[in-house]
T-cell receptor
């Protein structure tokens, strides 16, 4: 699975959009981009995933660049409960394990 | 979404004893379950992949005789930490992959193990 690079930490004001970047320059054509988050002392929670097209669900939007070498997870209106570590993972869909990197620690502030 | 449970959520045990952690998929069947370990301020590290009805596959550096995994049904996998030592104290998390799905994986809430 391709390696990803994310900033170690980010801050966001409550009510504003949180934009979390991820670089995956070695991504293969059959690899998807997955986003999970982990709130302190809990198991990871699936957020969204995509291959080429931008995706949106009730939690977030995923913007993937045309060359697929990077992506951005957007939380449109961040709340204090969105404070968590966000992991960007690339893997072949229906593949096996998820390989977690360091993630981005997002702190939403009042 | 699909729900995965873990039991117990927290356990404290004495050094040298064994501890069993259960991972259950509550509303779906999971041919494959994964066990992760997470030390404080670190990311999740995969320990082993558990397939129903067959032996688990362990990651390099994980002792299979110390971390016994059993996946006896499509909804239950267990991890037994044998002869626990204080350095085994960690947050243990399982995930389950939906059988026949598109590779969706759902995580349990984790088990905090403290060995005294």
């Amino acid at each position: 699975d391709a390696k990803t690079t994310q900033p170690t930490s980010m801050d966001c004001a409550e009510g504003r959009a949180a934009n979390l970047p991820c670089n995956h320059s070695t991504i293969s054509g059959n690899e998807y981009v997955y986003w999970y988050r982990q709130i302190h002392s809990q198991g990871p929670q699936y957020i969204i995933h995509g291959l080429k097209n931008n995706e949106t669900n009730e939690m977030a939007s995923l913007i993937i660049t045309e060359d697929r070498k990077s992506s951005t997870l957007i939380l449109p209106h961040a709340t204090l409960r969105d404070t968590a570590v966000y992991y960007c993972i690339v893997r072949v869909n229906a593949g096996n394990m998820l390989t977690f990197g360091g993630g981005t620690r997002l702190m939403v502030k009042p | 979404g699909a729900v995965v449970s873990q039991h117990p959520s927290r356990v404290i045990c004495k050094s040298g004893t064994s501890v069993k952690i259960e991972c259950r998929s509550l509303d779906f069947q999971a041919t494959t379950m994964f066990w992760y370990r997470q030390f404080p301020k670190q990311s999740l590290m995969l320990m082993a992949t558990s397939n129903e009805g067959s032996k688990a596959t362990y990651e390099q550096g994980v002792e299979k005789d110390k971390f016994l995994i059993n996946h006896a049904s499509l909804t239950l996998s267990t991890l037994t930490v044998t002869s626990a030592h204080p350095e085994d104290s960690s947050f243990y998390i399982c995930s389950a992959r939906v059988q026949g799905g598109r590779g969706e994986q759902y995580f349990g809430p984790g088990t905090r193990l403290t060995v005294t």
